[in-house]
């Protein structure tokens, strides 16, 4: 399955005991930023989150959510440095890429780096046994699942782009990538199981949950059996190091980058300011 990629050595960073939205994001862009000056290795980060809580992307109305629903019910509302539009993150495995603007596996532009990254992704699908995913280019014709004036979706997993993992049609792992001088990111969440459209509770647009529920999936729907974190971190490791030749090598984070974490977290992820910009 390896493409032709010159072996390279990625720091792996597996986190199996979850961690706030908060600092799961500053964690995800402080690898970004210290990647890009050469300051930290490439980085493959595997985590979960908790609480649960609700992203929206970096130019996505703050009106989109239900603040207060989200309040009430103790799920965190906060905003990603990434694009795209909203994601519920409950019992799901994410994973973080953050590499330098010269990483082959992730040359080109957004979509042609999503087709590379996405190899792995299946890899690790079928080595659990889940053998009809598929990652397609052309997504955008495929058609909004919305009817006639419905205006746009605040949902990130009701339509797959180019690349994205889906099975049966119905989107799997939803990603978003983000570009500064120096480096890449590529971040992307895999719901485990429950139900996928929640998320529609949460949204002042109340998207129906049998639309949602048509055009998306979690990894118990598709496999027919409950995956525990650990199984598919396993697989998603397999999947890196043996789809993108690389040697993935455990390392901590190095105490620079927990430093900016840290920075990040105040600054920024817990600030309303960041939160409620647009």
């Not at 299946?122 to 419905?150: C, F, M, Q, V």
Request: aromatic letters at 6%; proline letters at 8%; hydrophobic letters at 45%.
């Amino acid at each position: 399955m390896t493409k032709d990629y010159p072996p390279a050595a990625w720091r792996l960073i597996l986190e199996p005991h979850p961690k706030s939205g908060a600092l799961n994001m500053a964690t995800d862009e402080a690898l970004l930023r210290e990647v890009a000056a050469r300051r930290s290795p490439p980085t493959l980060r595997l985590y979960a989150w908790s609480p649960p809580a609700l992203t929206l992307g970096r130019g996505q109305p703050f009106a989109d959510a239900d603040a207060a629903r989200l309040a009430a019910d103790n799920v965190t509302l906060l905003r990603r440095a990434t694009g795209g539009t909203a994601v519920l993150h409950e019992d799901e495995l994410a994973y973080a890429v953050a590499v330098t603007h010269d990483e082959p596996r992730l040359t080109g532009g957004i979509v042609e780096s999503y087709k590379g990254l996405s190899a792995a992704l299946l890899y690790a699908l079928e080595k659990i046994g889940l053998r009809n995913a598929e990652a397609s280019a052309h997504a955008e014709n495929r058609g909004d699942p919305r009817s006639p004036g419905e205006g746009r979706s605040p949902v990130c997993f009701e339509l797959p782009s180019d690349y994205e993992i889906t099975v049966g049609g119905r989107k799997l792992f939803g990603s978003a990538q983000m570009r500064i001088k120096g480096g890449i990111l590529q971040h992307g969440t895999l719901p485990l199981s429950g139900d996928i459209a929640r998320i529609a509770g949460y949204l002042a647009a109340r998207p129906p949950a049998a639309r949602i529920r048509a055009h998306a999936l979690t990894l118990r729907d598709a496999l027919g059996r409950a995956v525990a974190w650990r199984e598919i971190a396993d697989a998603l490791v397999a999947g890196f190091a043996d789809a993108l030749a690389l040697t993935l090598i455990p390392a901590p984070l190095l105490p620079t980058e927990r430093r900016l974490i840290a920075q990040l977290v105040t600054e920024k992820y817990t600030n309303p300011v960041w939160t409620e910009k647009i």
